[in-house]
């Protein structure tokens, strides 16, 4: 049935999800922006997920985790101004390696 082939009980997969977001019209980071503004929770969250990869070695994810929540929250120029290093400076740090 689609239900378990898509995880059980109504669920999707995370495969099945990454389809689902292709499909949508928005993009990926759009929506993922758009819920970081509107989901303290979901925010302090990934937040804190970012942070653990980095933490535990995975600096690329962490670093993109961070990038996405930068960008929906604070934005790199007012980071930039808040800690006093040029926000192209901080846009390569969280860059991809």
């Given at each position: 049935s ?5 995880g ?5 997969n ?9 499909v949508?019209?928005?993009s ?5 922006q758009?819920?970081?503004t ?11 997920e970012g942070?653990?990869a ?7 994810t962490g ?7 930068i960008?929906a ?12 290093t040029?926000a192209?400076?901080?846009?390569r ?5």
């Amino acid at each position: 049935s689609k239900a378990s082939a898509a995880g059980g009980s109504g669920s999707l997969n995370p495969v099945t999800l990454l389809r689902v977001v292709k499909v949508l019209t928005k993009s990926f980071k759009e929506l993922l922006q758009e819920r970081i503004t509107k989901d303290k929770g979901f925010a302090d969250a990934l937040l804190r997920e970012g942070v653990d990869a980095m933490l535990t070695g995975d600096v690329e994810t962490g670093k993109s985790i961070l990038r996405d929540y930068i960008k929906a929250t604070v934005g790199f120029e007012q980071l930039a101004d808040a800690i006093d290093t040029p926000a192209k400076s901080l846009i390569r740090m969280f860059g991809p390696s």
